[in-house]
């Protein structure tokens, strides 16, 4: 079954940080765009980040800009979300996807998301 | 940035029925308008591209169409795993790759 996998979430103080990580089973990272996109329960989705096939070409959203950084291990078939200077408004579900093969955001492969809370 | 709407925000309907969701951009995106479908504690998923190419193994009563900054993805012969929250996506700007805030198709 092809499968993204995320993890690293959880509970953390506002300034605090994160590393999320997003594993792949029976499908491929190579050659293709990763994004994380990010969603409040309940509420819609914003996408957060995106990373080229060899890393070279990175782009943020603006409310994450500065403070998060977007990587990948194509040998480990993980992509990474660093997240520094956590506040309240990055509380959300976070998503790991993979583009459609050929295509830069076209969302084909979602993970189940992993849920970050940044709170006291 | 380029902002979407979506109309209406919510909306009910029967098994059989057709079903349009528009969504407008705040500023033409040619056809770089994709939509996607979520359920309940699901991710998304992946519908239509491109404004009108569908993606594969998706059912062919989905179909989407426009251009400039308004576009309408069309729902035939609704079926019962179709309800769902139903969202649009630009990727005209490179770097913001903003999404309407969703249209809920319920049970009637």
């Known amino acids: 079954e092809m499968q993204l996998v995320e993890s690293g979430g959880g509970l953390v103080q506002p300034g605090g940080s994160l590393r999320l990580s997003c594993v792949g089973s029976?499908?491929?990272?190579?050659?293709?765009?990763m994004h994380w996109v990010r969603q409040v329960p309940g509420k819609g989705l914003v996408w957060v980040s995106r990373?080229?096939?060899?890393?070279?070409?990175?782009l943020y959203g603006d409310s994450v800009k500065g403070r998060f950084t977007i990587s990948r291990d194509n040998a480990k078939n993980t992509v990474y979300l660093q997240m520094n200077s956590l506040r309240a408004e990055d509380s959300a579900i976070y998503f790991c996807?993979?583009?459609?093969?050929?295509?830069?955001?076209?969302?084909?492969?979602w993970g189940q998301g992993t849920l970050v809370t940044v709170s006291p | 940035d380029i902002q979407m709407t979506q109309s209406p925000s919510s909306l009910s309907a029967s098994v059989g029925d057709r079903v349009t969701i528009t969504c407008r951009a705040s500023?033409?995106?040619?056809?770089?308008l994709n939509w996607y479908q979520q359920k309940p504690g699901k991710a998304p998923k992946l519908l239509i591209y491109?404004?009108?190419s569908l993606q594969s193994g998706v059912p062919s009563r989905f179909s989407g169409s426009g251009s400039g900054t308004e576009f309408t993805l069309t729902i035939s012969n609704l079926q019962g795993e179709d309800f769902a929250t139903y969202y649009c996506?630009?990727?005209?700007?490179?770097?913001?790759?903003?999404f309407g805030p969703g249209t809920e198709v319920a049970i009637k």
């Open positions: 996807t993979r583009a459609v093969y050929g295509r830069v955001s076209e969302f084909e492969y």
């Open positions: 029976g499908l491929t990272f190579t050659n293709y765009w």
């Open positions: 990373i080229n096939s060899d890393g070279s070409d990175i």
């Open positions: 500023q033409s995106i040619s056809r770089y």
């Open positions: 491109a404004t009108s």
């Open positions: 996506q630009q990727t005209y700007t490179t770097g913001e790759f903003t």
